[in-house]
């Protein structure tokens, strides 16, 4: 019986051991969640340079460059012959051709002359700078907004202000803005560099949020330091995803001033003249 019960009392301290260790490793794993290959800044936008730290999320992200359609939807690559204007050699099949009726919907508006199937997120800068749009109107640079990793750009016209810098670019035609950007929307769009954690970087949709809190009540809500987690996963994606229109100074603005409802943006435009 003695040695029984110290081989149970070996046998329990052992385990409490394994315990402990296992808890001080999971505890020091989440202080370093990730494999540190690279050091990463608020200045690195390549995505090839995040995938070192992160391969599993980057080949998510490359992905993105597939053109076949799904029962979810997707689209189909379409061949094209390359021009000095549009080097693109394929693209999506155009909704224009599958449906007439939207050019005589859209006459007079840019995307009667061209409106694709969408495509994956690494074909949406080039699909913004090559369209047919943009040789009927001069598109500003407000419209990088959603179709860029702007946020390094922001930074570096705004002398490290986004708001500024945000405003800068939104006072450039989208050619000579164009020249500002590299990379479709990437990891530091959404992501802190020191944290990995979730953050919102499109001033116009911080600005929306601050003005729909505010018809709530919520005044000097900020988006950053007052959302929930569940929340940032929703709005890192809203940042973009979502509705927007071009205010005074060609500037994107986001029209939730008086509510989200399909009823309360009507109100809002004809409170500030605008159409769509």
Excluded at 41 to 68: C, H, L, R
Excluded at 144 to 158: D, N, P, V
Excluded at 208 to 218: D, H, I, N, P, Q
Aim: charged residues 25%; proline residues 4%.
């Amino acid at each position: 019986m003695f040695f029984l019960a110290l081989g149970a009392a070996l046998l329990v301290g052992i385990g409490a051991t394994a315990l402990l260790i296992n808890i001080f490793e999971r505890k020091q794993e989440a202080r370093t969640p990730f494999y540190r290959v690279v050091e990463l800044t608020d200045e690195i936008d390549d995505p090839a340079i995040w995938g070192k730290n992160f391969p599993m999320q980057y080949d998510g992200y490359k992905k993105t460059v597939d053109q076949s359609r799904t029962r979810y939807g997707g689209s189909e690559a379409v061949p094209r012959t390359p021009s000095a204007v549009d080097p693109r050699s394929v693209v999506a099949q155009s909704k224009l051709e599958e449906d007439p009726r939207l050019v005589t919907i859209w006459n007079g508006y840019a995307f009667s002359k061209e409106f694709n199937e969408e495509r994956g997120h690494a074909y949406m800068l080039d699909d913004q700078t090559f369209t047919k749009r943009q040789e009927v109107v001069k598109q500003p640079g407000t419209c990088i907004h959603c179709h860029a990793s702007a946020y390094t750009a922001y930074k570096r016209l705004g002398n490290g202000d986004i708001v500024k810098g945000f405003e800068a670019l939104n006072q450039m035609g989208y050619f000579e803005a164009r020249k500002e950007v590299t990379h479709p929307v990437a990891c530091i769009d959404c992501h802190d560099s020191s944290t990995m954690a979730l953050r919102v970087t499109r001033p116009a949709f911080m600005e929306g949020m601050r003005a729909l809190k505010e018809s709530e009540g919520v005044v000097n809500y900020d988006v950053n330091t007052m959302a929930t987690r569940q929340e940032m996963r929703s709005f890192v994606c809203g940042q973009c995803h979502v509705e927007y229109y071009q205010g005074a100074g060609e500037e994107a603005r986001v029209p939730w001033p008086k509510g989200l409802k399909v009823d309360n943006i009507l109100a809002y435009y004809d409170e500030v003249q605008h159409k769509d």
